[in-house]
């Protein structure tokens, strides 16, 4: 299984925006899978923030709704979380995960297949 690969992360002030991109090279094009992106801040567990499915069906943790959204272009290579309204507590390390199924789980232990993640930092 093709490893996530995750870009886009870097520096932003509060209340400013940024893009991450997770590309992922799925060989079996009949393969049904959810694509998701957690983020880990240091010292805290690693959450969920937003899910696609493979119908393109999303769900978003609380903590983003209405702030950050998930997409995917047409091939489902790449998918997207663009971040608006940024706060210093969304500062973490970002990471795209996979996993077969058309499900819209958030739950980190249901995912195999990881990027080694991207870093986000909102300054106050």
């Known amino acids: 299984q093709a490893r996530p690969v995750e870009s886009g992360g870097g520096v932003a002030q509060s209340g400013g925006s940024l893009t991450l991109s997770c590309v992922v090279e799925i060989g079996d094009i009949d393969l049904v899978y959810s694509r998701a992106w957690f983020r880990q801040a240091p010292g805290k567990e690693r959450e969920g923030v937003a899910v696609i499915n493979h119908s393109g069906l999303v769900t978003y943790a609380d903590s983003v709704q209405g702030r950050f959204t998930i997409s995917e272009d047409n091939a489902r290579k790449t998918v997207r979380l663009q971040m608006d309204s940024l706060k210093p507590e969304d500062t973490a390390m970002y990471y795209c995960?996979?996993?077969?199924?058309?499900?819209?789980?958030?739950?980190?232990?249901?995912?195999?297949?990881w990027g080694r993640g991207t870093q986000v930092t909102v300054s106050s």
């Open positions: 995960a996979i996993r077969p199924g058309n499900d819209r789980y958030l739950d980190a232990e249901r995912y195999e297949v």
